[in-house]
């Protein structure tokens, strides 16, 4: 789910992979299944277009001239949704309205400020009024403009959408040379540019998310096609990529690899290629075959051999969104894919059972795991997981439902207790129960905040799944501490310690603030069926994408 650990370059010390003959087996392996529908279909996945039209080749070596076209129906996509995409109720009470007007009025100044100052650039520096480019996107620009289409979007903040619509459309270059996280391109680029098709039907949203897509499939070239972390977006020719550099021996990050499903499912749904699905279909066969320890899924598995390479395991950092993914590839598959749901299940019981702690004060934490040593901390991007066991909770038997909701309610109170203990009212990067300490950061280097989502993350599905005020309210004390501490003259700014008041700003907008965290606290504040979870999935950049209805009948009014 996240990289933000020390990165070293990763070409360096890696072995370069250029596609030996082992995936070259494999490819075919795959294509020879292509005019099969694939065994978890990508959301009302057609093997064959409406007038018989075979799939598309794309990144399958066919030059683009020779593809036969392939059409999705984007009116009939529409028309399966049960809810209008921005809701449809009346309007709700004045002071929820006005608290929604409040965080979309954030959003403007944050889009506001990294327009006037670093439109094109991926974030924004809003002390320095300048942009930031970075090294994670591979020469991709302008992060924040694709992630936050959507958000304006919703937002209905038309002018500033268009200003981003243009801005893809006339300058989002692809032709790009460099060194690119897969991970982050995939959930900001890729994401984001589906989810900005999925609402508008804007054409031009899809065909950069499929010509993306495409650039990302030389890393999936390895002996078991598991993929590196890191590729050359412009070097599609040998199909370069590499593992980060700090990743031991080579290995890939589970959080990483098993963060492309949705994405990968909805490039085939959308171009009628089977080779998206059918590469994280495989990564889900391989770590079926792996044997997992306790029932673990460790963080580092080797892309040559299919196997861990060391037993670090976490639902934060390194681990996380790899178990978001699997519950949501089960909803996003319409409760269809049950492999899914299996493994999810599975997985958090051995979690449960593992890493499940209660501190001497009576709060619910998840440790980290290393070789069967626990480390009693939390990391922030572990508090997605309140969110995430709460929206499993919903589907599973009865007697477990009352279980999880509560495991849920438990953990996201922790993650707002981490939040309460500290002085700025925003929670540290990561925080421990130990030696007396319960829910703090212990160490300087673990008490910052980069306008991270994820403790907002888990209010929002609490609080549609039980109503309880709370969450609005803690969601509340959140837009007042980002208000007083982060907001700055020219956009929002992480702070390097949420311990003091006396500012203490990093200088950095990140692109996930509007993508996820402005985007979860409006939400927070409108009705249930504005985005509705019985239509949506959100994707870890909170990108939402559709579920697979294949009952068209059932359709109610939409927009
Ligand atoms: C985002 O890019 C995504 O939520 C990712 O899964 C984790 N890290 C950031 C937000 O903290």
Redesign the pocket.
Same mark, same amino acid.
């Given at each position: 789910?996240?990289t933000?650990l020390p990165r070293s370059p990763p070409a360096a010390a890696e072995p370069r992979h250029a596609s030996p003959a082992a995936p070259r087996r494999l490819r075919e392996k795959l294509r020879s299944r292509s005019s099969a529908p694939a065994a978890h279909t990508a959301p009302a996945s057609r093997p064959q277009g409406p007038d018989g039209e075979r799939p598309a080749e794309v990144g399958t070596g066919a030059p683009r001239e020779s593809r036969a076209p392939f059409h999705f129906d984007y009116e009939r996509f529409r028309q399966s949704l049960r809810h209008p995409v921005r809701g449809g109720r009346p309007d709700q009470d004045p002071d929820t309205r006005a608290r929604k007007m409040k965080i979309k009025e954030m959003m403007k100044f944050a889009w506001d400020n990294y327009k006037q100052y670093a439109l094109g650039k991926n974030e924004l520096r809003p002390l320095t009024k300048n942009g930031h480019i970075g090294n994670m996107f591979g020469g991709l620009r302008g992060a924040t403009v694709v992630d936050a289409l959507d958000t304006l979007y919703i937002m209905e903040l038309e002018e500033e959408f268009q200003e981003a619509k243009k801005w893809v459309e006339k300058s989002f270059d692809l032709n790009v040379n460099g060194e690119a996280s897969l991970f982050?391109v995939n959930?900001?680029y890729v994401g984001g540019l589906l989810a900005a098709y999925y609402l508008t039907g804007e054409e031009v949203f899809k065909s950069k998310a499929l010509e993306l897509g495409e650039k990302l499939l030389p890393a999936f070239n390895t002996p078991t096609g598991i993929p590196r972390g890191v590729i050359n977006l412009g070097r599609q020719d040998t199909g370069m990529s590499w593992s980060w550099g700090w990743a031991s021996a080579g290995s890939s990050i589970l959080?990483e690899f098993g963060?492309l499903h949705l994405e990968f499912l909805h490039l085939t749904e959308l171009s009628g290629n089977p080779v998206f699905a059918e590469k994280v279909l495989n990564i889900r066969k391989v770590l079926k075959r792996v044997e997992k320890p306790q029932g673990l899924y460790p963080n580092f598995l080797s892309p040559v051999t299919g196997n861990w390479v060391q037993h670090h395991v976490s639902i934060g950092?390194l681990g996380?969104?790899f178990y $978001?993914y699997l519950i949501k590839s089960w909803l996003m598959s319409d409760k269809k894919d049950s492999e899914a749901k299996k493994m999810y299940d599975d997985a958090l019981e051995a979690i449960e059972k593992h890493l499940v702690k209660k501190s001497a004060g009576g709060l619910t934490y998840i440790a980290e795991w290393r070789g069967g040593i626990l480390d009693h901390k939390m990391g922030?991007?572990a508090c997605?997981s309140g969110g995430m066991i709460a929206l499993g909770a919903e589907h599973a038997g009865e007697e477990r439902r009352q279980h999880y909701m509560d495991l849920a309610a438990e953990i996201t109170n922790t993650c707002h207790e981490s939040y309460a203990r500290s002085d700025t009212k925003l929670g540290p990067e990561a925080f421990r129960f130990d030696a007396g300490t319960e829910a703090m950061a212990t160490r300087l280097s673990e008490r910052y905040y980069?306008l991270?989502?994820?403790v907002v $993350?888990s209010y929002v599905y609490m609080w549609r799944l039980t109503h309880d005020v709370k969450y609005r309210q803690w969601g509340w004390e959140v837009v007042k501490a980002l208000e007083k501490h982060c907001r700055v003259e020219a956009g929002f700014s992480g702070i390097r310690d949420v311990y003091t008041t006396v500012p203490t700003h990093d200088n950095m907008q990140?692109?996930?603030f509007l993508?996820?965290t402005l985007k979860y606290l409006y939400l927070l504040f409108c009705e249930d069926d504005v985005l509705s979870l019985d239509d949506w999935v959100f994707n870890?950049?909170?990108h939402p994408l559709p579920v697979n209805h294949s009952n068209f009948k059932a359709k109610a009014s939409v927009q």
């Open positions: 789910r996240d933000e982050e959930i900001r959080a963060t950092g996380d969104s $978001e922030h991007l997605f980069i991270r989502p994820e $993350e990140q692109s996930f993508a996820e870890t950049e909170a």
